[in-house]
């Protein structure tokens, strides 16, 4: 992979010469971060370069793409590559997602999944490697990769790479409890968490109060809890424990505990989930352009941000509350949540990943969440625990008879169908899922 980036950095050097650059990410947190990575080191090294921000890529996006400039693709593509291959211009991508057609001459392809001895990174990641590459200077750089680590999911394990990106940006890695921010007090940490969910206590604050005290832990003379980070480890043990008997058995207590990313970014101490779920509400709530400009250092941007993400947040707040009084269709180890209309699509993904993260289900459960958006619907499948089945090919197996693209990793996968499709879609979904369980 590394020969990938050299040779990356060399095409771009020689082919920026004669052509302007066209950089096109995708517009979740890995994207958006990967998006301002490469944006910073293109600044910096005198390139001419222009940027989209794109939720997801079709045949006639690339089409209309213009031929006259060089294409830079980010957190996405590797799934494109037949379309890719007909364009008569060059192509790099800096991605990770899954490759499923054969690489055209005209793209070079810059993923860990071609190599096996490469750990599982994010977009952002890559992208980070490739800046510390052309320059030693971009180190300062690093806390983006590591929010895009964080924002797609992949920082449970910890290889030689992402050390080595958490060394580059000082961050603290800690062990906890998996709420944040875990930076603020823990009183209202618990009680604005979404993700995960803990049932009698997010939203409650009687019901924080009393969790509180059955984990022992009051506040300090100035009448502030402690922060999550701040906690010893048998404060922490105590509270894991007053959290998992609210879950009522269904969840295992090591899958509350997880790694917590404390870094410095506009020189203030943040918890990376919180700085990532910020960056993904401002992109779902249609304001990319202002996640980005709070990813390069604008304040006035985190300002703005900042009144986003409120207001993402009470949007979520609905959407599981919908979920909540709402029937869902259940099976064995599966829940398929079909919202339609009643929450907004860009956030669908965001509430499976929620209520896969619930203590209310056991690790393995599936959980599939659909919602009406301008073309269709947009399907969003998660695994609880993100250990289990295959929800990308459970999905690929449903859609295969409607020809629907199914994009995603093992543990987290999305389609899009037509509304005409919904009924025999969801009769498909649950016979795939019965199948697969039965065949587990």
């Known amino acids: 992979m590394f020969e990938n980036i050299k040779r990356a950095i060399q095409r771009i050097d020689n082919l920026s010469k004669e052509k302007e650059l066209l950089v096109v ?36 996006f690339i089409n209309d793409l213009p031929e006259d400039k060089v294409l830079i693709f980010l957190d996405l593509a590797s799934g494109s590559l037949d379309f890719l291959a007909k364009k008569k211009t060059e192509v790099i991508i800096f991605d990770h997602h899954e490759i499923v057609q054969k690489i055209p001459e005209n793209v070079l392809l810059v993923n860990p999944i071609l190599h096996n001895e490469i750990e599982s990174l994010s977009g952002a990641a890559v992208c980070y490697l490739f800046a510390r590459e052309v320059s030693q200077e ?75 005290r059955d ?19 048998e404060e922490t043990e105590k509270l894991i424990t007053s959290v998992a008997l609210r879950s009522h058995g269904k969840a295992k207590t090591e899958n509350m505990i997880g ?112 919602a009406y958006n301008e073309n269709g619907i947009k399907v969003s499948a998660r695994v609880a625990g993100r250990e289990g089945r295959n929800v990308r090919d459970v999905l690929s197996k449903a859609v295969v008879r409607f020809g629907g693209e199914v994009g995603g990793h093992p543990q987290a996968a999305g389609c899009l169908i037509s509304r005409e499709q919904e009924a025999d879609f969801i009769i498909e979904l649950q016979k795939v899922l019965d199948v697969e369980l039965v065949n587990a």
């Open 25 to 60: 990410s995708h517009f979740d947190t890995d994207g958006i971060t990967s998006a301002a990575i490469v944006a910073r080191v293109l600044s910096r090294w005198g390139k001419i370069f222009s940027l989209k921000i794109v939720k997801s890529l079709d045949k006639k």
């Open 138 to 212: 971009n180190k300062d750089l690093a806390n983006l990769a590591v929010l895009g680590m964080v924002g797609d999911l992949q920082e449970k394990e910890i290889g030689k790479i992402f050390s080595e990106i958490l060394n580059d940006s000082e961050t603290t890695v800690k062990k906890g409890l998996m709420v944040y921010p875990s930076t603020r007090p823990l009183d209202r940490a618990l009680e604005y968490s979404s993700n995960p969910f803990i049932p009698g206590v997010t939203g409650n604050r009687p019901g924080v109060l009393e969790l509180l």
């Open 215 to 233: 984990a022992g832990l009051s506040p300090g003379n100035d009448g502030k809890y402690k922060a999550l980070y701040e906690l010893t480890d």
């Open 259 to 370: 790694n917590l990313f404390l870094l410095k970014f506009l020189n203030k101490l943040e918890d990376a989930r919180e700085l990532s779920a910020l960056v993904n509400a401002c992109s779902r709530m249609g304001r990319p352009d202002i996640c980005l400009g709070f990813c390069l250092g604008n304040r006035k941007a985190r300002v703005e941000a900042e009144k986003i993400y409120l207001k993402y947040k009470q949007s979520l707040v609905s959407a599981l509350k919908y979920v909540s009084d709402s029937e869902s269709l259940e099976g064995k180890n599966y829940v398929i949540i079909n919202a339609r209309d009643n929450i907004k699509d860009t956030i669908i993904g965001t509430v499976a990943s929620i209520v896969s993260h619930s203590p209310v289900y056991e690790v393995g459960n599936i959980i599939i969440a659909l």
